[in-house]
């Protein structure tokens, strides 16, 4: 290739089977140095191939294993053909049209077909200018990629994000593809650049959904033969954040944030039989994911809503134990176990009736957050890595559900109150990204004679939980905030907190 390239750009280079060489050269763009992909499309296989083009390193080495199949390209609108590709005000927001991507169909490595949509930065800036204006609640850029196969790829410039992410820090990108829905807040790009020692207009940030392969969901059901699972493949969302370099960061971790997914489910689900879980394919293990599902033209809209990425399934199992048929807090205990949220002493005994402990109820919560266990995140002098609970106490530590005593230790072993109960739920709320408001909930104390007793530092959580509804009084006059909490009554709070912060129908 001779002449000068430009930016933003999809060339394509066509090849026979019978050429001489196997290098290619791209000339350097006048402007500065830049990144090229070139995609080889194979027989058998897709691969792209990066490098940075400069005066000192333009050349890669492309193997042509078999005659050259064209790829799918479905061109940016807009040139001469009449077409309106600018970004659209929509009644959330904004959204842009299908033609204002450049969409090319890749394979990936695990036998998937997925669809690319890169989008362009000056079209990108223009709607987050339009965003900017509007209302606080309408903070949506959307962008929508039907008939994807088994999955999408959106490519987004970093560049345009440094603005918005100071002007409008609620934005929210929104990816909307046949295989599911990914809601990103733009404000977990804040620290991108500087994690990759890069500036921000260097960086761009790929958004995927794409279906996991055929033996990662054949790893899921061979590692979990007894449940019961609704899709007919995991879903998995990634974002990577790549600097020109080739240096990848990958996002997992939302700090906390709740990151909202939908996923189309083929049929009408019951929503007390069915759990949106996270699939470990390391560990063969599930975990709760919280989620909501509506029913929309006979099929489930399930809204997941987890701070982490992963791969994610729906399933459905039926728990019940012995010693719970004639209990009070049966259909509780019951629903919870069947999530994943809480679990008995063995598989056919809860003991309803016994006190929880601090390290059991901080379990509980972190398992009902969809919070992933990590020890490192205690240094309580009394939590050991090896213990059963140092996970959970550590992630509830490090997202602010638990402290220690003065002297440093966590007291894992010691049964909980009902005040420190109201507490640790009181932050979840919080976490969760609900608020009570405290000002009517002070007046539920009043009508309880014995409020004096509840300690200064839990007062407000108490009349938070109370106003809530999900923690009542011992009875219609006592609070009882000495009184140790049984497994039963901390389920049943667990699942009322659960609805109310919308973790669950």
Partial sequence: MAAEL???????????STSSSNKIQLPQWSGSKFRATITSYMQEDYNNHDLQVDSYDAYRTISILSPVVPPVVIPMGGGGGGFDNSPKDADNGVFLPKNSLRISKQASTNATSVWLAQIDADQLKKGLEMLKIKKQAQNMFSFELNSVDDGAKVEIPASALKDAI?????????????VGTYNVPILIFKDVASKLNADLKDVKITISINKASDKSYEMLKKANPSIKTLLDHPIEFTIIAETLSGSKLELNDFSG????????????LNANKTTAVSYDTVTGKMMFIPAVMTQVNGKSEVTIKSSHNS????????????????????NDIDLLASKFIVQGINESSFTPDEHVTRAQFASMLVSALGLIPDAKGTQFSDVKNEDWFAGSVGTAAKVGLVEGTANGQFESGQDITREQM??????????????VKSEAAQDKLSR??????????AKEAVAQTLRANIVNGLTEQSFAPKELATRGQ????????????????
Avoid: C
Wanted: net charge negative; proline share 2%; no cysteine.
């Fill in 166 to 178: 100071a002007s409008k820090s609620n934005a929210v990108f929104s990816i909307q593809s046949d």
């Fill in 490 to 505: 901390a389920t049943v709070m667990l699942k009322r907190f659960l609805q109310y912060v919308q973790f669950i129908n």
């Fill in 311 to 330: 791969m994610y399934t729906l399933v459905e199992l039926s728990k019940s134990f012995d010693d719970t048929n004639e209990h009070w807090a049966k």
């Fill in 422 to 435: 109201a507490i640790m739920i009181s932050r979840a709320i919080n976490l969760a990204g609900k608020e």
């Fill in 448 to 457: 309880f004679t014995d409020s004096g007793e509840i300690s200064d530092w």
């Fill in 257 to 268: 944030t709740y990151v909202e997914r939908k996923i189309i489910a083929p049929n009408t």
């Fill in 6 to 16: 430009e930016p933003n750009q999809q060339y394509v280079l066509k090849m026979s």
